[in-house]
């Protein structure tokens, strides 16, 4: 199934399943947080910015913020074309909540590995 057409069947209009299915792939919080860092970034710096991503995945990341309302793409008729790409209100509103998780991520972290290994060893 395609990633922007995830439902919960039982739940269609649930709220936070539908947020959480849209942004909770390993790439879009990344790119969100990555554009917060520039109020305008293209393609190019965006890759550059994200090492791990391959283009295809940041397009079809970038393409689905965009149909959320997250990140707007702003297109220069220019040769060559220049495309633009900044985080809209929405995005903006979400920021202190992905703040939020990434310090509690870093507060947590050792603790979550060191029970990660622990649990492991358990028979």
């Known amino acids: ?24 792939d390993k790439w879009s919080i990344l790119v969100l947080f990555t554009l917060n860092q520039s109020a305008l970034m293209r393609f190019n710096a965006l890759q550059k910015n994200i090492p791990d991503i391959s283009q295809k995945m940041l397009t079809v990341t970038l393409r689905t913020l965009e149909e959320d309302g ?3 793409r702003q297109v220069y008729a ?7 790409y900044s985080l809209t209100d929405r995005a903006i509103s979400l920021l202190p909540h992905i703040n939020s998780l990434i310090v509690w991520a870093k507060e947590n972290m050792d603790a979550i590995l060191t029970d990660r290994i622990h649990n492991r060893k358990k028979p």
Request: aromatic share 6%; with cysteine.
């Open 1 to 24: 199934m395609v990633r922007t057409e995830i439902q919960n069947e039982l739940y269609p209009d649930c709220p936070i399943r539908n947020i959480l299915a849209r942004i909770s």
């Open 70 to 72: 997250f990140v707007k």
């Open 78 to 84: 220019e040769v060559p074309p220049r495309v633009e």
